[in-house]
Every structure is written in structure tokens, then in C-alpha cells.
């Protein structure tokens, strides 16, 4: 048995990470709606929580998790800690004595509780005083429609509006106008604007480490004369050297040591790490978070795949969103970085092999099983190593956030 899943994140008026959605499919070959929704969930709950942990897919936000109403009746969600999941009930729900008896008994043991897909009926005004979050579909729902939904919740101010399918910027802008409270979306990482913006001297100097690490022949002495004229990216390497992500035991003193430590492959994810970090820093973090997820995994796939170059496919997906980070068109932004010519094409043109990893990349992120299976498939990859090769990038994005905010 393998656990499938993905998590869309969810944000606040400020674009910082409010939570995730997780969603559950029953392997890349039986995808939903050909399983049962109960089955779902209790998949969901038995893999998240009971044999992984849910804290490698929500690090410590909360997760919102899909439940019917048998699901809820059979009492799923007990087996789920309170301060870490939203319970999720289904759009397929229909409001009944049942499921207010469920709602007041779930509110009693402290969970969160959230409408999917909200259609306003005014039976559920009897279920404000025990929602939390209703969601609503903006591509579904009516600006009209929507204008009802908030009158209709004006006496319950605890009640939290949240968007979902915000796709662009304007969209989320104009949902902040609605009066919105979280967004649910992959708006955060399309660029809110195309325009050019220089790269600072420190950017250009974290660039130019990227081409050197790139060479077949890396020369440690021109690499560490680099670092050295530039403190704070001493600083950061070194604190990053001495993070809880290697757990030495011995402590790092000099920039040489430090190199020598980390070697060729870590030294060149750290340098496209703190990269997009310093770019980004007026972004979203969960952006960044993406970008290193997207980087590891696309790595993890390469490998699998028998690429000669895994390390070229890390910075493929570490450079996937750099458009969206700089608002500038990727074809403009590659012609600034000293990048392969491989790199460029896949980001560019999205042709050759690179650009084969990022898409199944993108597929896998938003839960495209369908699709993501033909690709697994045309790459010929082993379809049971993918589910914990996207695993083990969350995790290790979630490790590398932690130690660039130390």
C-alpha cells in the first residue's frame, strides 16, 4: 500500500502561510472519484497521521481534511489531533439534524470546522455558531452570491471567509475587497507584474557562485576567495554550515572548512537556496518553500529517471518560480543568470529532459494524478518511489526554512 498525496497551501490577507489543504488520491492509477470519499479519508488519516505523521506534510500549520457525513458519523476525525487538522466537511453534505449533532460534538472536543464549497441555504444559519471557515469557489460563485453569503454571516464576526481557485493577483486583490480572509490558490507565484528589476550586488555575487559550482573542474580556492569578499555570505554560510540540518558535532570556523564540509552538491543547493531567498525576500515565504520543494523533488525524479545531472535538475526547480519572485518574464531573468544552456531551455522553451521533471513536478504539487501518471509512465519511473520522493522533498524544504531563518 502507498500513500498519495499533495498539499495546496492556504494564505492570509499578507500572503503568510495559514495552512494547507491536504488532498488524498489512492495511488496514480485508481484516482478519485473512482474511490469512495469515505475510503479517502480514512486512507488520508491512516497514512498522513497514523504511519508517516502529519507534521511531514503541515510542519506546524494546521491541514484541512476533507470528511462526508459517514465519515464524520463513524467519528474519523477522533482520531486526528484537535490543534492540527481543519475538519473539512464536503460540499456533498447536506445540512440535517445529524450532522449539527456532529458539528456541536466536534466543537465540544476543540476542532476547527470549515464549509467546502459553500452554497447559501438558510438552514445553515443554525451551523454559524459552530463554523469556523466557510469556503467559497470563486470561479463557481457569483459576486452577487457572494454579497448574500456575508450578510447572511454579518451577526457571527467569528465566521472567516475563504477563497479558493485565486489563480492571479487581481483575483486576490479583489477577494481582499469582498472581504476575504484567507486564499486559497496558486496566485503567489504568478508574477503580479512584468517589469525588469537589476539584481542587487549581492544577488549578482550569489549568481556568480552558481556558475562556478556548475563547472566540471570547480576551483575551491576561487570559490572561497568569493565568499571572502562578501561577509555577510560568509556569515550565512557559516550559520548555515552550523545548522540543525548536518547535526555536526564539531563547529566550523573557516570558510574553506566550511566548503570542504558541505561539498560540491550541498554547497551548490545552499547557493541556489539562499538565492531565490534573497530574491524573494519581499515574497511570500511559502513561495520559497515551493521553490525548494519543487527543487528537491525534480532532483529525487532525475535520479530515478537515470539523468546524468541531478544537480542541473535541483536548480531547474529551484529557478521554476524566479519569474514570479522578480516579476519579470523567465526569458528576460535567464538572459541575467549565468545558467546552462540545458537549464535555460527547460525553463524557457520547456524543452529536454529537465523540462520533462518539472512538469511532472507541477502535476504532482497540484494533484493532477491523471495526468501525473502518464508522465511517470513516458519517463518510465518507478510509480511507487515518486509518492515518497515528493515526501522527502517537503521535508527537506521545511528543514532548509527553518535553518535560513535561525
Known amino acids: 500500500m502507498y500513500f498519495y498525496t499533495a498539499r495546496q497551501p492556504i494564505l492570509d490577507k499578507a500572503k503568510n502561510l495559514f495552512a494547507y489543504e491536504l488532498l488524498f488520491r489512492d495511488g496514480v492509477e485508481n484516482v ?3 474511490i469512495d470519499s469515505d475510503e479517502a479519508t480514512s486512507r488520508m488519516i491512516e497514512g498522513g497521521h497514523l504511519n508517516l505523521g502529519l507534521d511531514e506534510f503541515l510542519d506546524d500549520k494546521p491541514g484541512f481534511i476533507n470528511f462526508t ?6 467519528r474519523y476525525p477522533a482520531l486526528l489531533p484537535a490543534e492540527q487538522v481543519v475538519i473539512e466537511i464536503l460540499e456533498t453534505v447536506q445540512p440535517g439534524k445529524r450532522l449539527l449533532a456532529e458539528c456541536k460534538m466536534l466543537k465540544e472536543q476543540g476542532y476547527i470546522l470549515a464549509l467546502d464549497d459553500y ?4 438552514v445553515w444559519r443554525h451551523f454559524y455558531p459552530l463554523i469556523d471557515i466557510i469556503k467559497v469557489d470563486l470561479r463557481s460563485t457569483s459576486e452577487e452570491q457572494i454579497l448574500q453569503i456575508k450578510h447572511s454571516i454579518s451577526e457571527f464576526p467569528h465566521l472567516k471567509l475563504l477563497a479558493e481557485k485565486v ?5 486576490f486583490e479583489h477577494a481582499i475587497e469582498l472581504g476575504f480572509d484567507y486564499f486559497q490558490g496558486y496566485f503567489f507565484y504568478k508574477p503580479e507584474m512584468m517589469q525588469s528589476r537589476a539584481l542587487s550586488p549581492a544577488q549578482m555575487t550569489l549568481a556568480e557562485l552558481l556558475y562556478e559550482t556548475a563547472k566540471k573542474d570547480t576551483d575551491l580556492n576561487s ?9 555577510n555570505l560568509s556569515y550565512k554560510l557559516l550559520r548555515y554550515a552550523n545548522s540543525a540540518v548536518f547535526k555536526r558535532r564539531t563547529e566550523i ?5 566550511a566548503l570542504v564540509l558541505l561539498g560540491q552538491k550541498e554547497l551548490k543547493r545552499f547557493l541556489s537556496v539562499l538565492f531565490t531567498a534573497q530574491v524573494g525576500s519581499e515574497k511570500p515565504a511559502e513561495l520559497m518553500r515551493l521553490a525548494m520543494t519543487r527543487a528537491r523533488f525534480a532532483e529525487h525524479i532525475s535520479v530515478l529517471a537515470g539523468f546524468s545531472a541531478p544537480a542541473e535538475a535541483f536548480l531547474t526547480g529551484m529557478m521554476s ?9 523567465m526569458a528576460s531573468v535567464m538572459t541575467k543568470l549565468p545558467l546552462s544552456a540545458g537549464i535555460k531551455a527547460a525553463l524557457v522553451e520547456s524543452e529536454g529532459p529537465m523540462a520533462s521533471y518539472l512538469q511532472l513536478v ?3 504539487e497540484q494533484a493532477h494524478w491523471d495526468a501525473a501518471e502518464q508522465w511517470i509512465q513516458r519517463l518510465q519511473l518507478d510509480k511507487k518511489a515518486v509518492p515518497d520522493a515528493y515526501h522527502s522533498a517537503v521535508q527537506w524544504a521545511n528543514d532548509q526554512m527553518k535553518a535560513l531563518g535561525e
Open 32 to 34: 478519485f472519484p473512482n
Open 69 to 74: 457525513l459517514d465519515a464524520l458519523l463513524k
Open 119 to 122: 452554497i447559501h441555504q438558510p
Open 167 to 171: 489563480e492571479t493577483n487581481e483575483e
Open 223 to 231: 570559490i572561497t576567495g568569493i565568499f571572502e569578499r562578501d561577509v
Open 253 to 257: 570556523s573557516t570558510i574553506k572548512q
Open 321 to 329: 518560480l524566479i519569474d514570479a519572485i522578480l516579476d519579470e518574464p
Open 362 to 364: 507541477k502535476l504532482y
